[in-house]
């Protein structure tokens, strides 16, 4: 199907509002086909989307940005999920190295919006744009949830990022929703769930709950809460 005859068939926001979770899949896989592609960053609860989508397209494409800085954690719970659910896992890397980057230009996360920024861009803005182009998709399902922060509260279930068409299966969940699927199909949070952390990116860049902070701020150390992926100004960091 055309991207142009998708748009055209794309139920109205209150119809997709309407429609549960499984729906929303199906309604994508029905509409976009092998152009489809599941995101992951096998975070605190991704093992909900992992399983969702792939009970309905088992062999979808599923990118995994590997920046290189993720926990130990992060990277046994990618392969304890990829055996146990039998993903079809498409890995994509910077094209510099973590040890390049820091020689050339230090620990850019440490020093203000603007140098995190240019990280971003180079260890998961270009690796998802070089994931999109390579495996020809032109919709794209992610996990994201309005509950997360406060960039995601007035999210819809579908959205046009440049030529990217993105779905948010469950965008409207809570965290009871996302518990009881976990509880109901036996799938477990990622490990670092037990230590306080509700959220997870980069080692260097996140951080535990403690009181008084909300789940945004728990990321590059409250001054932001997106990586460039799911920007929803005017002018999103991705550049498809």
């Known amino acids: 199907m055309s991207a142009a005859t998708a748009v055209a068939t794309r139920p109205s926001e209150p119809e997709l509002e309407a429609l549960d979770a499984a729906a929303r899949v199906r309604w994508a896989v029905d509409t976009y086909g092998e152009q489809l592609i599941l995101t992951t960053s096998f975070g605190v609860q991704s093992a ?8 309905v397209a088992p062999r ?9 800085y993720l926990f130990p954690e992060t990277y046994r719970f990618a392969d304890e999920l990829t055996r146990r659910l039998d993903l079809n896992l498409k890995v994509f890397n910077p094209q510099l190295s973590a040890a390049r980057q820091e020689a050339m230009f230090g620990k850019r996360w440490e020093r203000g919006e603007e140098e995190l920024k240019q990280y971003n861009l180079i260890n998961k803005v ?11 998709a032109t919709a ?20 046009s990022q440049n030529k990217v068409t993105k779905i948010h299966p469950i965008i409207d969940w809570d965290n009871r929703e996302v518990h009881r ?18 959220s997870l990116g980069d080692w260097h860049s996140t951080t535990p709950l403690s009181a008084g902070m909300s789940e945004e701020d728990t990321r590059f150390g409250g001054q932001k809460r997106e990586c460039g992926l799911h920007e929803i100004s005017g002018q999103p960091d991705f550049q498809i």
């Open 48 to 55: 909900v989307m992992l399983h969702l989508v792939t009970q």
């Open 126 to 136: 270009e690796p998802m744009d070089r994931a999109v182009k390579e495996l020809g």
């Open 60 to 68: 979808i494409p599923v990118v995994f940005i590997d920046t290189g």
């Open 181 to 198: 699927y976990l509880t109901q199909h036996d799938l477990p949070y990622h490990p670092l769930w037990e230590q306080g952390y509700v």
């Open 140 to 159: 794209w399902l992610a996990g994201l949830r309005r509950s997360q922060a406060s960039t995601r509260e007035q999210l819809p279930v579908v959205q």
